[in-house]
């Protein structure tokens, strides 16, 4: 039985002190630390004991050292009860394998599917805090995953003004680099919010011996206990045990103590502890009972001698060891047989009762061996590892991925799936060459079986993850040895049409792209399937590209992705390229509000089909149309995400490009330094020779090179094909001389008017200039239509063309256009005000903004809300365009006279 709480009154009272001021909508974080044996559990107890006494619903998960690598473990074990009645909450089925959740559409940005992840899981704790007020435990926070304890901090942050209270308990010697992060992070924001536990006073100590004794201890007694004890609870209790059964015999170390005790147990008994040690958090009473482990008096002696006890999870009862050093001493003695054999029977039990519990079943299919079922533990561990895929815990992803794969059969369509998936974990953890050896085992086995589509798709696959890292000639040899004709379009793989294009896009000329059509010719037999559908859908609008009927490319790549879409999961990659590709067309016919939108939707379901690792498609769409659109900051900040990604995920391709994208960005709100400084990081990443990619980094040049005075340094248009990438290849026309109307071979509404707009600049002609930039006003472009007016003005002298200019340019944040804007109302001999921006800061800017203004430097602030410095800095420069200020001294000025 549980012995009184003692010497924990002052802790006892702050955290009944947090209970209550949750019930009046003051939430908190609350971490019980200390060394093991201290007593955080015990007083943990007693709070949920209070909480549920005061009307609280408490929600209880525990981490477990058998469970260290699962995934959010003990958020799932503490929630799923709560579920039933908050499935419209889609993003919580990222984290739950539940079938009452729809399908979290997948955003191919692992940041921000985690961050809605935290988010969905934030705003269900509120809506059950709305019916009563919530605690949420979770116990042994030491042998969580990263994950849990990144959670915990998000809500902690996001839930201060909620009826919720967020209480763990950890380990002090044993906490990782993620928990250490997060003890540090709360002793800044919250002071009080970690209670560390000290050992009990000698008082204390003889108070608790006689509790457990039920007397007054000898003198000689207990002095030999609060010696050893150290005013440790835990080993109090256990000397008090042990002295009581065996006088003579006092061990020296913890695990003595504890094995003292177990030895002690009755043989049922002790196998009873054993039983429910290696089964963790599944040890239901269904299961004990299904399994034969139990008899009434062991379960009773147990409970009564205090080792084991009772949680009621739901409609279910579960049992636990008291005590998790109870728990690993009592694994640890048994042998490696004994515990898969008791992990097989485990595994057995809980899949006959809860078949779909993978989180319960994946440890004890892994620890059985070859005790169970082949397949259906192959079966599990297939489940767990996507499972784990889906939520970006790749290491946890490979280890069961691994399992599976050693158990699927040589040349299997399975085995090659797995192998798959396992390089998508790979991709994901930077480890490239490993990525590439599973996927080229997986074309050695579809080649030997015979399957072709399969074969093709991977050598592509391989191909563009080599063009990734800059190997060329092996992204060629890869892609020849892929570049078959494949015969039925009912097998033609949709993920095979998509790896093709994209290769012929990024590196192909027009005939190249005319021999991917060809190719895929079986195509042109009509279908009912979805998938093959989309796929014929894409191939149309690359035919129509080669028409130049960008037009009729635009409503076929719609068709593709809308197919795509029905095609249940089987044309993913098909729909995201062909969103991609709809908003190039968008862009060339003007329609950039529209474009906008469908960038948006493209990054909406960007995926994690290996495909295109680079994973910055749909965020360099969003960028480049949110700046086609006057949007620089939002622009600005989204590159900058892209540019993070890039670089954890070490992908040369994508960091190359996001560099560039940012550069130009950076030169167009006026921080020329840091654009020159990240252009060329950009040019010193090796990269294939890639057209999209060279006019990228182009356009930057000659962003920079126009606002530092250097007109000569931009670069000229040497060489132009719209089918590389639309939006990009349009933004050069931006920075081109008179030679673009030569090169520019295709008409669209956009690509024309950009035409005009190069031939009238270089040719001073101020009618066509002033026409050019009524037609990109039209078109949505305010920034570039603003740019074409200035053009104008300087050769017209037009005074309120300079002032219109002048306010967009400021609105915007182009420092640059802005300055050309001023120094030209100047020489007209206009009067200008100090220019003042007080443009909204975003929730994030202003926490930042907040912490400049309390003094902490930039690697401090990015500690205290775990973000890398880069971020922090990004919203720095975003802040200081909006503020219009330049140092952090005003800014800390600006947030004492705002902050409320």
């Known amino acids: 039985m549980d012995h009184r709480l003692i010497g924990r009154e002052p802790e006892l009272a702050e955290l009944v002190a947090a209970l209550d001021a949750a019930k009046l909508g003051h939430g908190r974080m609350l971490v019980l630390t200390g060394e093991a044996g201290i007593g955080k559990s015990r007083l943990a107890a007693e709070t949920v004991t209070t909480a549920r006494e005061r009307g609280f619903t408490v929600a209880e998960g525990r981490a477990h050292s058998l469970h260290a690598g699962l995934a959010y473990a003990p958020i799932v074990e503490a929630l799923r009860p709560y579920l039933s009645a908050h499935t419209e909450l889609a993003d919580l089925g990222r984290l739950f394998a539940d079938p009452r959740f729809p399908a979290a559409v997948p955003l191919g940005d692992p940041e921000l599917e985690r961050t809605r992840m935290f988010e969905a899981v934030a705003r269900l704790l509120e809506r059950l805090a709305r019916e009563h007020p919530v605690l ?13 304890i990144e959670l915990l901090h998000y809500l902690g942050r996001a839930l201060t003004d909620s009826r919720t209270v967020l209480l763990a308990t950890s380990r002090t010697n044993d906490a990782g680099v993620a928990l250490s992060d997060l003890l540090t992070a709360i002793r800044r924001d919250l002071p009080t919010s970690e209670l560390r536990l000290s050992p009990l006073t000698d008082s204390s100590v003889a108070e608790l ?62 196998q009873l ?34 080792l084991i006890t009772e949680v009621l999870a739901g409609r279910s009862l579960h049992y636990r060891v008291a005590h998790p050093m109870y728990a690993e001493v009592a694994y640890g003695e048994l042998s490696a047989g004994e515990r898969r054999q008791l992990h097989a029977v485990l595994a057995e039990a809980i899949d006959a009762g809860t078949p779909d519990d993978v989180l319960s079943l994946a440890p004890h299919y892994r620890e059985a061996g070859d005790l169970v079922d ?58 490239m060459d490993d990525a590439i050896t599973a996927w080229t085992d997986n074309a050695a086995s579809a080649a030997e079986a015979g399957r072709l589509e399969e074969f093709s798709s991977t050598q592509f696959r391989i191909a563009l993850l080599e063009s990734e890292r800059g190997n060329l000639a092996a992204a060629q040899r890869h892609a020849a040895k892929g570049a078959i004709r494949l015969p039925e379009p009912a097998d033609l793989g949709t993920d095979l049409i998509a790896v093709r294009t994209i290769f012929t896009v990024r590196h192909g000329d027009r005939a190249a792209l005319r021999a991917t059509v060809d190719q895929l010719a079986a195509l042109e037999e009509p279908s009912t399937v979805p998938a093959v559908r989309a796929a014929a859908g894409l191939r149309n609008s690359l035919i129509a590209v080669l ?17 795509g879409r029905g095609a249940e999961g089987r044309a993913v990659v098909v729909e995201n390229w062909a969103l991609h590709d709809v908003v190039g067309y968008t862009v060339l016919a003007g329609e950039l509000e529209t474009a906008v939108g469908y960038a948006e939707r493209g990054l909406d379901i960007q995926t994690r089909s290996g495909v295109a690792p680079a994973r ?36 040369p391709r994508s960091l190359a490009r996001a560099l560039s994208c940012q550069a130009f960005l950076l030169a167009e709100s006026g921080q020329l330094g840091e654009a020159a400084k990240t252009l060329a990081e950009a040019d010193a990443i090796p990269t294939a020779h890639e057209p999209g990619l060279v006019a990228l980094a182009e356009v930057a040049r000659g962003a920079i090179a126009t606002h530092t005075g250097r007109p000569g ?25 008179p030679e673009a109307a030569a090169l520019v071979d295709v008409s669209s509404p956009f690509l024309d008017v950009l035409v005009d707009r190069a031939t009238g600049i270089h040719t001073r002609d101020a009618d066509l200039l002033g026409k050019t930039a009524k037609r990109l006003a039209d078109f949505g472009s305010p920034l570039l239509a603003a740019q074409t007016r200035l053009a104008q003005a300087e050769l017209t002298s037009d005074v309120n063309a300079v002032l219109d200019t002048l306010a967009v340019f400021e609105r915007a944040g182009a420092v640059p256009w802005a300055e050309r804007a001023r120094h030209l109302a100047r020489s007209l001999g206009l009067r200008l005000p100090v220019p003042r921006r007080s443009g909204p800061l975003s929730k994030r800017e202003f926490q930042v903004a907040g912490l400049v203004g309390e003094g902490l ?13 880069r971020t922090v800095e990004t919203h720095l420069r975003n802040t200081y365009a909006k503020l219009g200020l330049s140092s952090r001294l005003a800014l800390a000025r600006w947030i004492t006279d705002h902050e409320t």
């Open 547 to 563: 028409d130049s009927d960008f037009a009729a490319a635009r409503d076929h790549a719609l068709e593709a992705a809308e197919h």
């Open 857 to 869: 430097s930039n690697a401090d602030i990015a500690t205290r809300l775990f973000l890398s410095e």
């Open 136 to 148: 949420l435990f979770v116990d042994d926070l030491h042998w969580a995953d990263r994950g849990t």
């Open 273 to 306: 502890l054993e039983f429910i040690a290696v089964a963790g958090e599944s040890a239901s009473a269904e299961v004990l009972r299904t399994t034969g482990q139990t008899t009434n008096s062991a379960l009773r002696a147990l409970l009564s001698g205090g």
């Open 209 to 270: 011996v006689r509790d457990v004794l039920g007397a007054a201890p000898p003198a000689e007694f207990l002095h030999g206990v609060t010696d050893r004890a150290k005013g440790i609870p835990l080993f109090v209790t256990a000397l008090a045990h042990g002295t009581k059964l065996l006088a003579d015999e006092l061990p020296a170390i913890i695990r003595d103590l504890v094995l003292s005790r177990l030895r002690r147990l009755e043989p049922p008994e002790r």
């Open 713 to 737: 340094d931009v670069p000229p248009l040497t060489y132009w094909a719209v089918h590389h990438e639309p939006t990009t290849m349009a933004l050069r026309l931006a920075f081109a001389g």
């Open 616 to 651: 910055c498609t749909g965020q360099t769409d969003l960028t480049l149309t949110r700046y086609l659109t006057g949007d620089l900051p939002s622009a600005l900040l989204q590159m900058t995400a892209s540019v993070e990604y890039a670089r954890r995920a070490r992908l």
């Open 374 to 431: 082949p397949k259906r533990a192959a079966e599990v561990m297939e489940e767990a590892g996507f499972r784990a895929l889906r939520i970006h815990a790749y290491e946890e992803a490979i280890q069961y991925l691994g399992s599976a794969i050693d158990e699927a059969a040589e040349g299997s369509e399975r085995l090659n799936q797995l192998r798959n998936a396992s390089g998508q974990a790979l991709i994901g953890l930077g480890r």
